[in-house]
Structures are given as C-alpha cells and as structure tokens.
C-alpha cells in the first residue's frame, strides 16, 4: 500500500512539473531520436534529469520527427503542455545542460556523455522516499524508474483501441504466465545470441518451483484437487524473429506449453534503422509484446536490450513489487546497461591470473556479460579489470535529494 501511495506522489509531481500553468515562467530541458527502446530510455533520462533540476521537459519539434513514421502524438499523450514551436524555438541555439543550478531557463540534453560525472544519473532514487522503498522494494532505482516509464508511455484514445483489441486476443491476467522476450536480428552486434534452450531452462524452474508451491499449499490444506491452470504452462513470447523461434519453442517444447504470441507474420526489419522497424505497424506490436511482458509473472530475457529493461521497469508501475520476476541472461538491471556498479559482499582471492581480487565492501563495476557464473568486472579501488564471481556482488543502492519530491 505504502508503494501504490508512492506511485501515486509522484505522478502527481510529473503532472505538475509537465502541464504548467504558465510554460513561459518554466525552466526548460530539451530533448535526440533513435530505435524505440533507445529513444524511450532517452526520454526517461531527460524526464529523469529536469525532475532533478525542476525544469519541464518539451521534445524537439515536438517529436514529430522521431525515428517511426508517425509523430510520437499519433500514438502517445503529448509529454507537456508546452510546445517546442511557441516556447523554446525562438531561442535557438540552445545551451547543453550541464547541472541542476545552471542559470539558462533553455537547455538541451541531447549528449549522456556531458552528464557522466553528475550525482543525479538514473541510477540514483531520491533520498526522500530511501526509507520506503528499502523496506518494500529489492531494487529501489528500477522501481523509481518505472514511475517514469509508466507515466512516459501513455497513450491516446486511437492507440489505445488498437492496442487493446490485439492484447484481448492474448487472454493476458496477471496469473499463472511467463514470458520470454529473444532479441535477434541486429544485437549480435552489441553482445552474443543466447540459444531458446537457454531461456527455456530459467522458465522450466520458475515453472517446478510454482507447481512444488502449489502443490504444498494443497497438501496443508487438505486439498485433493490439483491447480489445473498449472498442467499445461504458459508462455508468452516475444521476439523479432518470430518464424524461427516459435517454430523452434513449438517443435521443443510444445508437449508442455501453451504459447502466446504476436503474429508470427508481424515484421520487425534487421537492422536498428530498417523502414519495417519504422512503421506504425511494428510499433504498436512491440508496444503490446511490451505490456503483455510486463504483465507477466515471471520473464527471461537480456538487459543488454532496452527492450528487457522497459519491460522489468513497467512490471514494478504494473505490479507493485516485481524485484525478482526478471532473470537476465547476459547482464544486471542498470538504467544504461554496460556501466553497473555493484558492491562486494566478502574478500575475494583470485584463483588464476584471469580473476581479480577485492575486498568486501569494494565497488565493482560490471563490464562484461555474466558466463559460467562470473562477469567482466573492474576494481574501482585497485583499478584491476577481470573475470569475477557474480555471486559475491550486491545492488550498490544510491540515494539522492530531489527537493521536488519533498512531502514538506
């Protein structure tokens, strides 16, 4: 309860600081395009920026010239009131932000890079709300984030029809279903492609250890009936490959489950810029895999895709607590995936000149993806980088004022 009253705080904040009375008196940041997951996160990280630093946020050209071909209005609610046209065009060019107390009332954030050494990055969760969300929430920052996420994605009336007659088709609830989201096509080119079967094993012991708890709710309770809706499994996949994947999970795994999915006619393009990925059509399919994903009681996916971590920070807006219903194949949840810190939990003597050493309470940063049970790690206090044992890291939790999410 004390998480949903927390939701509800904050989205009031964003509303006030996005539709206000007056843009002219506002201070502004102004946001750069790229795939869907890539300019979703982006939005998020400037929406994340000027709540730091009370500024309203307002899309270049009002996001009619995004990568889809459709403006971001013919499918989302406007972010703000304001307009790009009556507001900041005018005043071009426009400054890089640079922190909370620069004087400019314009400035854009279209470079991460000039934000690296700030305090204020998306992996901080305000300091005012670090007691509830320690003792409610395993991952505070992600599910800080999906405030964000849930309150970015909102659609309008003509989008929502559409997205909610396809999903209808699914029989999605909020039971007994698990998905797996398989990224293909163009992201061999930032991290390896993971087999189905290795998606599939993570599934089948989230599946034995539901059925193992049914089975021992029942017995406590006299109960000679079985959980019917756990004799065949279900699955919802989601997949930019989905003639060859669903083929292959069918084929497999078809004896034990039921499978949900996007039409498998639906294309999705190669490549990041493919005119197919572009289209409305591919759009509003991704956005509905996303949402049915995020409802999904469990997912196996890779957070080096932003597609994974849309979908783990929607399920902590949709869900409340969902900390543990994502396993990721390759990486740990980090807002901007390849840059995670994580804190060390015990000392740590390498074994071969491949490892590192550390002492407990180091800050290790991930920099290469999980194998075997180890990471690419580096030492931030002895500036060593190698193969380290992930089992022996924790969330590192930071915590930042944000004086607008102040309760006095």
Known sequence: MELDHLAQYINQTLYKLQYPTDCNKRKIILDIDCGFGCTFHHI???????????????????????????????????????????????????TQYKGPTQQQ???SLS??????DLTHLPNVAPSEFEEILIKHHTNPQAWFMGQYANFVLRFNESALLKINKIESKFHMDYGTIAGIHVRRTDKYIEVPPY???????????WYNAEEYNVQTINSKLNLKQQNKTLNKRKLFIATDEPQKIILEAEKRWGSQYEFVHNSQDAHYGKVANDPERCSLESLIS??????????????????SSNVCRIVYELMQAYQGYAGENVHS??????????EKQMILISDYKATNNDEIDALKGDIIIFKKQKLNGYVGAFNTRTKKEGKFPHGLLREKLKFESFPVFSFN
């Not at 470079?111 to 690296?116: I, Y």
């Not at 949402?291 to 469990?298: E, H, P, Q």
């Not at 194949?329 to 995936?337: I, T």
Request: aromatic share 18%; charged share 30%; with cysteine.
């Open 44 to 94: 998020i990280f400037c929406l994340y920026m000027s709540t730091f630093s009370n500024r309203t946020l307002i899309f270049e050209n009002n996001g009619d010239k995004w990568k889809y071909k459709v403006r971001w209005s013919d499918v989302f609610r406007q972010i703000t009131n304001c307009s790009y046209e009556k507001h900041v065009k005018a005043y071009l060019p426009i």
């Open 105 to 107: 009332r314009i400035v």
């Open 111 to 116: 470079l991460r890079s000039a934000t690296r």
């Open 195 to 205: 087999k189905l079967e290795e998606y599939m094993k993570w599934i089948d012991l």
């Open 286 to 303: 991704l956005i509905v895999e996303i949402r049915c994903l995020a409802k999904c009681r469990y997912v196996v996916c890779t957070f």
């Open 329 to 338: 194949l390759d990486f740990d949840y980090e807002e901007l995936w390849n």
